[in-house]
T-cell receptor, first 110, second 119 residues
Framework: ELKVEQNPLFLSMQEGKNYTIYCNYS?????LYWYRQDPGKSLESLFVLLSNGAVKQEGRLMASLDTKARLSTLHITAAVHDLSATYFC??????????FGAGTRLAVHP | DSGVTQTPKHLITATGQRVTLRCSPRSGDLSVYWYQQSLDQGLQFLIQYYNGEERAKGNILERFSAQQFPDLHSELNLSSLELGDSALYFCASSAEGGYTGGYLAETQYFGPGTRLLVL
């Protein structure tokens, strides 16, 4: 059974600092997703990673995938307040049903 | 705006009742997925339909059922409601059903959700 673990679950960051969120999954998955959720809102797609070594970047966020280690990372560069949200990773569990991690609640403060 | 619509936005009902949640996928998307988000269980996959047929099932209770209609909209029916069914229910859609050999970056687009409160 595919399981997805994220850490940390809570992250308090100072503006301008860098940090990484980790996402481990338990069995082979052909796709890894990152989503953002603002409080009371829906999920916004950030990245879809398909292959080993895949790296995608959008603004201050960069996601990577290591399929051999079953690990994906979401790296935040020079955090700003607007990045405060909950970030979810999800692995595809066949037919693209998404198995989500618990989410990382990120708070960026001055 | 993802292009996925869900109604109603909020629903308050009593234990033992039955409700229907509705989802319209993005134009052209054939697959619809239902997810439940709650504080204790997190985000859980419930069920997927592809072009009118059930394709994958997750942690969906027997009291819950879903269908996808010929116009591709989907409904999630929740019956004999319990307090623990209170949650945010999301619908998502994608172009295909995901089974493309793993080489297609198929994003699932999420709707705004229906917040269900069972009293």
């Amino acid at each position: 059974e595919l399981k997805v673990e994220q850490n940390p679950l809570f992250l308090s960051m100072q503006e301008g600092k860098n940090y990484t969120i980790y996402c481990n999954y338990s069995t082979t998955s052909d796709r890894l997703y990152w989503y953002r959720q603002d409080p009371g809102k829906s999920l916004e797609s950030l990245f879809v990673l398909l292959s080993n070594g895949a790296v995608k970047q959008e603004g201050r966020l960069m996601a990577s995938l290591d399929t051999k280690a079953r690990l994906s990372t979401l790296h935040i560069t020079a955090a700003v307040h607007d990045l405060s949200a909950t970030y979810f990773c999800a692995a595809s569990g066949g037919y693209n049903k998404l198995i989500f991690g618990a989410g990382t609640r990120l708070a960026v403060h001055p | 705006d993802s292009g996925v619509t869900q109604t109603p936005k909020h629903l308050i009902t009593a234990t033992g009742q039955r409700v229907t949640l509705r989802c319209s996928p993005r134009s052209g998307d054939l697959s619809v997925y239902w997810y439940q988000q709650s504080l204790d269980q997190g985000l859980q996959f419930l069920i997927q339909y592809y072009n009118g047929e059930e394709r994958a099932k997750g942690n969906i209770l027997e009291r819950f059922s879903a269908q996808q209609f010929p116009d591709l909209h989907s409904e999630l029916n929740l019956s004999s409601l319990e307090l623990g069914d209170s949650a945010l229910y999301f619908c998502a859609s994608s172009a295909e059903g995901g089974y493309t050999g793993g080489y297609l970056a198929e994003t699932q687009y999420f709707g705004p959700g229906t917040r269900l409160l069972v009293l």
